[in-house]
């Protein structure tokens, strides 16, 4: 599955992070109405940041184009 993303110039990373029921997940003012989404949230981004940290510290030691 990664193969696609990578082959275009993108990354991907193996969490997702969807909210099925909206409207029951969020209050009215967009604040989690528990705290699944928030723990969920917490885990994709922790996620992405562990991709995205040698991601970045390869972009600055080499030129990319």
Do not use: C, H, K
């Amino acid at each position: 599955m990664t193969a696609a993303p990578n082959g275009l110039g993108v990354s991907s990373i193996p969490s997702i992070f969807s909210i099925p029921r909206i409207a029951q997940a969020l209050d009215p003012d967009g604040s989690p109405t528990g705290d699944r989404v928030e723990r969920r949230l917490d885990r994709f981004v922790a996620d992405f940041l562990w991709d995205a940290r040698p991601m970045r510290s390869e972009r600055t030691n080499e030129t990319l184009y």
